[in-house]
């Protein structure tokens, strides 16, 4: 935006949390509710923490059991006595039973609350005992009893009654409620009953508070019967704190069931809602309520509806409904408003530009330590490490939020040395260390790899006592994954008690195995995981449907798609976005497409993914059109986004020179994106595509920056596929300064010079690999079949039908021969004679695993074969005369993208 609003900034749904003050209680008639003539709480149940999932059985009569009373530390160190009256007032007070009317009294005694007067509370007490009884005044005094912490004076007046009133029982039970005395509010509420008083709106609200602390469903429900017999139900307090209670405990189809029958709503109603439907991410529900809202006559918002419905507006990725909630704040006054601002930055941050975020910043009136603490974050989300790193150091007042902010974004951009020497810092100054400081740090240490490092900074988790923690301990895992270290891995997560229970572990197991280049290991375990009916997440699904698609898994891709579907995780934004990358590795674009249509939000991650699987199946226009969408979406883009638009210019027919530059100079001007090396690099690989080598040259020569490796590999595999050691020789010397340690460098070099028949330069360069110790990736090729993984190396025998693949190939090589294939000697060393350069051509990974698939694949069906690395020019023609032979489609994916071999011509159209 060019001048964004005078904007707040978002804390997140937990910055705001509502306070279910004497405003919020009134339960729904839903449900068959037991009829209960008089209610049984005598002794509450122990404390729990009930499951979204599981509804406790209602039990009317199996109240839960009392618990000891447990005051906070602070009760029994009451704040010194300071006098705010002149000093003999107190000596008046006492001694003259007449000194003031009730009214002065209870003056008295709010000024006292005010000011945590406790002498002048018990001078005022002193003063009118001798009087006759005021239960009025009683229960002023037990209410500044209980807000100056003073449980047992509390409880002393109020036993001291003779008749107390369902004001007395009400007053005690809130305080005790809200004074970590859950479990005697619980008590007291029971005696009221028993002593014959009806307990009246604000008794609910009590009560409800004191099962929402306690994550008491079950007596909820019995109090919401309760309400509903007395006649309660329609009282707009009862009702905001029933739903309160029901949104605290996960229930939040009951919170909507009494919201919609209440008769009338107030703003805490509204709150109350739109936090729950948040809180559960149903943030299209929560913009649905928000217009709701706002079409009732005379009803305004407040600054914890607006932060709520930018959390919904970030959550949903609505970057158009979060700019009209925006327009909205300005237009009602709410500008200067801190915590909207808040939230205002934290909805920036997520569906803005980091402009957005610095202009909002910038016109703050005022700023906290959560403004200072977002803005880090939104720099660090941006990938604008420095930046984020100097507003750490101007922040006025900093806690441990604020470091983990810092040390979480140095992780999360790559920057391990940096988090390690942050917390090094922390350590040294005393910082408060969370969970989350420790976990962060760990991930730091995934990132240096270093043994030493790793084994201090494990030894010093297990020093402080946070060995036990469930999230340390899969941080730990994660380390050693990403380490390499993976005996030590299945060490702790096989030989650890209660390790193979912890959903969280397995997570991070099967992670460690898919990143470690152990596909079958990473699917097997899920497989177990799932045998053992235990709890799956969104994390383990997306990894699985990640490895399904390196291997070109179809078949158990769709089947994990189908296992989220059905537990209800593919509404995950991450899932989704794994299972469309997972179709189109696999070659379906229909059903990624498919996905992609069914997701109710995308985020740019969703847009990419798309983007890059038409690149990898050669559809241009295709990224093309969905560029346009974007924009018509309002969708913002990234840098990433930019690199696949240019690189689709491969496939297409458009201007391509005049279109990339007029794209490369917009990325900033209109986009507010620095082009990038790989921005230029892609760009140099299109025009090499359409063999505009000298145009190419240009582009280099004019460059705002100097190019780096990825601009010179793009022109030396250029000049590679069309044979020019011209520009070759220029990007190879560059190539070899830059990344002189690089072993595809010298591969890429020496197949330039194989190409154009230079064989004592391509020699050279193969000599200098073998004296660096340098070895050339090896081919890999495989098929899936009966959901196994065959795989094949160049010259393979490994195989249990080696045989028979080996005499199948021999027969489609003579066959291919007759037909007039010429074996592509050219990138064969020169000094092998033509029968052992043959032998070399005939055997490689990807025919071996054509023929393997010709061999067990039904006949009528294509052949699908993956291969880690690009196709060579021989296999290439090989394969579109076996396609004419056997009448079989082949389809192969290599790393240029998907090969599809028919009728003997092939999709790439030669170019790859």
């Not at 009246?200 to 508070?209: G, H, K, P, Q, R």
């Not at 917009?666 to 090396?677: C, F, G, L």
């Not at 195989?799 to 000697?825: M, N, Q, W």
């Amino acid at each position: 935006m060019a001048a964004i609003l005078q904007p707040p900034t978002t804390t997140s749904a937990a910055a705001y949390p509502i306070t279910f003050p004497q405003s919020i209680l009134s339960p729904p008639m839903f449900l068959p509710y037991p009829s209960t003539s008089s209610l049984s709480l005598s002794k509450p149940k122990s404390p729990r923490t009930p499951s979204s999932a599981q509804t406790p059985n209602l039990s009317l009569s199996n109240p839960p059991p009392l618990l000891p009373p447990n005051p906070k530390p602070s009760l029994s160190n009451p704040p010194p006595f300071k006098p705010l009256l002149p000093p003999n007032t107190h000596r008046v007070i006492s001694s003259n039973r007449n000194w003031a009317p009730t009214n002065d009294y209870l003056k008295l005694l709010r000024l006292s609350v005010r000011h945590g007067d406790i002498g002048l509370a018990k001078a005022i007490q002193a003063s009118f005992l001798k009087i006759e009884e005021d239960t009025q005044l009683s229960n002023s005094l037990i209410v500044a009893y209980l807000r100056l912490g003073l449980i047992t004076h509390a409880r002393r007046v109020f036993l001291g009654l003779s008749s107390p009133d369902v004001v007395s029982y009400t007053t005690m039970i809130s305080g005790f409620a809200k004074l970590d005395r859950e479990y005697e509010a619980v008590e007291i509420f029971s005696e009221m009953r028993s002593s014959g008083i009806e307990p009246n709106e604000f008794s609910f609200v009590a009560i409800l508070t004191a099962c929402m602390r306690i994550l008491d469903l079950e007596l909820g429900f019995q109090v919401h019967s309760l309400a509903i017999k007395t006649g309660y139900l329609g009282h707009t307090f009862a009702s905001n704190a029933l739903m309160g209670l029901y949104i605290k405990c996960g229930c939040l189809d009951f919170a909507l069931e009494v919201f919609d029958k209440m008769p009338q709503r107030d703003i805490a109603s509204w709150n109350t809602v739109l936090t729950g439907v948040v809180k559960e991410l149903m943030n299209d529900r929560a913009l649905e309520l928000f217009r709701d809202m706002q079409r009732v006559d005379g009803f305004t918002v407040d600054q914890f509806t607006l932060s709520t419905i930018l959390v919904a507006c970030a959550g949903c990725l609505s970057w158009i409904g979060g700019r009209e909630i925006h327009a909205h704040v300005l237009r009602i006054g709410f500008w200067s408003n801190l915590s909207v601002n808040n939230a205002l930055i934290g909805f920036y941050k997520k569906c803005g530009s980091v402009t957005d975020v610095e202009t909002l910043f910038e016109m703050m009136p005022q700023k906290d330590v959560i403004t200072w603490t977002e803005m880090i974050m939104a720099y660090m989300d941006f990938g604008l490490v420095d930046l984020a790193v100097q507003t750490f150091d101007r922040m006025p007042e900093k806690n441990c939020v604020s470091y983990n902010a810092l040390l979480s974004g140095y992780c999360r951009n790559g920057k391990g040395l940096k988090a390690l020497a942050l917390f090094c810092k922390m350590v040294e100054q005393g910082i408060e260390l969370t969970d989350f400081t420790l976990t962060s740090v760990i991930s730091a240490c995934g990132l240096l790899m270093d043994v030493k490092i790793n084994e201090q900074v494990h030894g010093f988790v297990l020093k402080f006592g946070f060995g036990s923690n469930e999230c340390i301990e899969s941080a730990l895992l994660d380390m050693y994954t990403k380490c390499g270290r993976m005996a030590d891995a299945e060490e702790m997560f096989y030989q650890v008690p209660g390790n193979q229970n912890n959903p969280v572990m397995w997570t991070s197991m099967i992670c460690g195995y898919a990143r470690n280049g152990q596909p079958d290991e990473a699917i097997s375990l899920f497989c177990q995981r799932q045998s053992e009916d235990m709890v799956v997440d969104e994390v383990a699904l997306a990894t699985v449907l990640g490895v399904c698609g390196t291997l070109g898994f179809h078949a158990i891709g769709k089947q994990i798609h189908s296992l989220a579907t059905k537990i209800g995780l593919i509404t995950d934004i991450g899932v989704g976005n794994a299972a469309i990358s997972m179709y189109y590795k696999c070659g379906s674009m229909e059903d990624a497409l498919k996905v992609f249509n069914t997701m109710s939000i995308h985020d740019i991650v969703s847009w990419n993914n798309l983007m890059a699987g038409y690149l990898l199946h050669r559809q241009g226009n295709e990224v093309l059109d969905l560029w346009s969408k974007m924009e018509r979406a309002g969708q913002q883009m990234d840098s990433l986004t930019f690199l696949w638009i240019i690189a689709a210019y491969r496939y297409t027919n458009a201007n391509l020179v005049d279109n990339c530059r007029r794209l490369l100079l917009a990325m900033k001007t209109t986009y507010d994106i620095e082009p990038t090396s790989e921005h230029y690099a892609a760009f140099i690989g299109v025009l090499g595509y359409w063999d505009i080598l000298e145009e190419a040259e240009e582009i280099i020569n004019t460059m705002p920056f100097e190019p780096d490796a990825s601009v010179w590999r793009a022109l030396l595999d250029a000049s590679r596929i069309r044979s020019d050691t011209r520009f070759g020789t220029w990007a190879a010397k560059k190539m070899l300064a830059l990344e002189p340690q690089d072993p595809s460098t010298y591969v890429l070099i020496s197949n330039l010079y194989s190409a154009s028949g230079r064989w004592l330069c391509s020699e050279k360069i193969r000599d200098e690999m073998r004296k660096k110790g340098f070895r050339k990736h090896p081919s890999q090729s495989w098929v899936i079949h009966h959901n196994k993984v065959h795989s094949f190396y160049s010259r393979d025998k490994s195989h249990r039908l080696s045989k028979d693949i080996y005499s199948g190939l021999e027969i489609l090589i003579l066959e291919c021969l007759k037909a007039g294939y010429v074996p592509d000697t050219s990138f064969v060393l020169h000094d092998v004679d033509m029968y052992q350069k043959k032998d070399f051509l005939f055997y490689h990974s990807a025919k071996l695993a054509v023929t393997y698939g010709i061999l067990t694949t039904s006949p009528g069906k294509p052949i699908r074969v993956m291969k880690n690395i690009l196709l060579c020019g021989d296999c290439h023609t090989f394969f579109k005369h076996v396609s004419v032979l056997t009448r079989r489609e082949i389809h192969l994916r290599d790393a240029s993208g998907f090969h599809c071999f028919m009728n003997g011509e092939c999709s790439c159209k030669d170019y790859w």
